[in-house]
C-alpha cells in the first residue's frame, strides 16, 4: 500500500488567544512555506482552544493555507441541556476536519473514562469529524503491566461503535512522556504502535489498519523527532509543548 502521509498535530492546549492564534498561524505557514515544506507528503495540524476556531477557520480558509486543524475535545451530545459542552455539528460547521479525543490531560482531570470517550468518537464520526484517538499508560501501568496492555485496552474500548468506514487517528501518548521531557524511545513507540495497529486490524480489517495513522506524543521536539519517524507503525507525532514555538513545529514537520 502507498506509505501513509504523516502527520504532525499541535495540541496548544490551553494556551494562545485567538488573537494570538491569528498572528501564530500566518507565521507558521510562512515558516514552513520559507523551508519549502511540501504539505502533500507530511500534513500539518492545529488543534487550538475552542475559543480560536473561528478566527483559524476564516484565516485558513481566506488565505487558503494548506494548514488543516481541529478542535481538543467534543461533547458526546448532541445537542441540549449541556452547559459548557461544544458539539460535534459546531465543530463541524467551523470545518474542523479532526477532533482529539481522550487525551490523558482529559482522562485525569476531567475523569473520562473508556465508555465516554467511545461515545464521544461515535459523535465525532457522527459529523464526519476524524477523531485522533489518544491511549497511553502511566508509569504505574507500565511497571504492573508492560507497555502494551493498557494503550491496547483503551484502544478497543474506544472503536467500540466504529465501523470499517470510519477515518480516524491513533495517537498513542503514555502519560510519563507528556510534558515530562522524557521521551519514550523509537523502539518504545514502535513496539505499541504495532500492538495498537494490530487492534485496528483485528477490529476493522487489514485495510483500515493500513491506512489508520498512527502517531507518537509525548516530549517530541526537532532533536528526536527522526527517530520515531523511522519506525514503520509510526506515522507522525502530536506535540504539545514544542508546537508552540514555531521554528521548532516547523522543523518538526521537516524531519527528514
Ligand atoms: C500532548 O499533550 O499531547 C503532548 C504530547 O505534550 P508534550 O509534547 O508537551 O509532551
Same mark, same amino acid.
Given at each position: 500500500?502507498?506509505?501513509?502521509?504523516?502527520?504532525?498535530?499541535?495540541?496548544?492546549?490551553?494556551?494562545?488567544?485567538?488573537?494570538?492564534?491569528?498572528?501564530f498561524?500566518?507565521?507558521l505557514?510562512w515558516?514552513?512555506?520559507?523551508?519549502?515544506?511540501?504539505?502533500?507528503?507530511?500534513?500539518v495540524?492545529?488543534?487550538?482552544p475552542?475559543?480560536?476556531?473561528r478566527?483559524?477557520?476564516?484565516?485558513i480558509?481566506?488565505?487558503?493555507?494548506?494548514?488543516?486543524?481541529g478542535a481538543?475535545?467534543?461533547?458526546?451530545?448532541?445537542?441540549?441541556?449541556?452547559?459548557?459542552?461544544?458539539?460535534?455539528?459546531?465543530?463541524?460547521?467551523?470545518?474542523?476536519?479532526?477532533?482529539?479525543?481522550?487525551h490523558?490531560e482529559?482522562?485525569?482531570?476531567? $475523569?473520562?473514562? @473508556?465508555? !465516554? =470517550? /467511545?461515545?464521544?468518537?461515535?459523535? #465525532?464520526l *457522527?459529523?464526519?469529524?476524524?477523531?485522533?484517538?489518544?491511549?497511553?499508560?502511566?508509569?504505574?501501568?507500565?511497571?504492573?503491566?508492560?507497555?502494551s496492555?493498557?494503550?491496547?485496552?483503551?484502544l478497543?474500548?474506544?472503536?467500540?461503535?466504529?465501523? $470499517?468506514?470510519? @477515518?480516524? !487517528? =491513533? /495517537?498513542?501518548?503514555?502519560?510519563? #512522556?507528556? *510534558?515530562?521531557g522524557?521521551?519514550?524511545?523509537?523502539?518504545?513507540?514502535?513496539?505499541?504502535?504495532?500492538a495498537?495497529?494490530?487492534?485496528?486490524?483485528?477490529?476493522?480489517?487489514q485495510?483500515?489498519?493500513?491506512?489508520?495513522?498512527?502517531?507518537?506524543?509525548?516530549?517530541?521536539?526537532?532533536?528526536?523527532?527522526?527517530?520515531?519517524?523511522?519506525?514503520?507503525?509510526?506515522?507522525?507525532?502530536l506535540?504539545?509543548?514544542?508546537?508552540l514555538?514555531?521554528?521548532?513545529?516547523?522543523?518538526?514537520?521537516?524531519?527528514?
Amino acid at each position: 500500500h502507498p506509505r501513509r502521509t504523516p502527520l504532525m498535530a499541535g495540541n496548544w492546549k490551553m494556551n494562545l488567544d485567538h488573537l494570538q492564534a491569528i498572528a501564530f498561524v500566518q507565521k507558521l505557514a510562512w515558516s514552513l512555506k520559507d523551508a519549502r515544506h511540501d504539505f502533500s507528503t507530511v500534513e500539518v495540524a492545529v488543534f487550538p482552544p475552542f475559543t480560536d476556531l473561528r478566527s483559524v477557520q476564516t484565516l485558513i480558509s481566506a488565505d487558503k493555507l494548506p494548514i488543516t486543524f481541529g478542535a481538543q475535545d467534543v461533547s458526546a451530545h448532541q445537542s441540549g441541556a449541556y452547559t459548557g459542552e461544544i458539539s460535534a455539528a459546531f465543530l463541524a460547521q467551523l470545518e474542523c476536519q479532526y477532533v482529539i479525543i481522550g487525551h490523558s490531560e482529559r482522562r485525569t482531570l476531567h $475523569n473520562e473514562t @473508556d465508555e !465516554v =470517550v /467511545a461515545a464521544k468518537v461515535t459523535a #465525532a464520526l *457522527g459529523h464526519n469529524l476524524v477523531p485522533v484517538i489518544c491511549v497511553g499508560e502511566t508509569a504505574a501501568d507500565l511497571a504492573e503491566h508492560g507497555p502494551s496492555a493498557v494503550p491496547v485496552a483503551q484502544l478497543r474500548a474506544a472503536l467500540t461503535g466504529v465501523t $470499517n468506514a470510519a @477515518d480516524f !487517528v =491513533v /495517537a498513542y501518548e503514555p502519560v510519563w #512522556a507528556i *510534558g515530562s521531557g522524557q521521551a519514550a524511545t523509537p523502539e518504545q513507540a514502535e513496539q505499541v504502535a504495532s500492538a495498537l495497529r494490530a487492534v485496528v486490524n483485528e477490529m476493522l480489517g487489514q485495510d483500515v489498519a493500513d491506512k489508520t495513522r498512527i502517531l507518537y506524543g509525548g516530549s517530541v521536539k526537532a532533536s528526536n523527532i527522526a527517530g520515531f519517524m523511522r519506525e514503520p507503525n509510526v506515522d507522525g507525532a502530536l506535540i504539545g509543548g514544542a508546537s508552540l514555538d514555531i521554528a521548532e513545529f516547523s522543523s518538526i514537520a521537516r524531519y527528514q
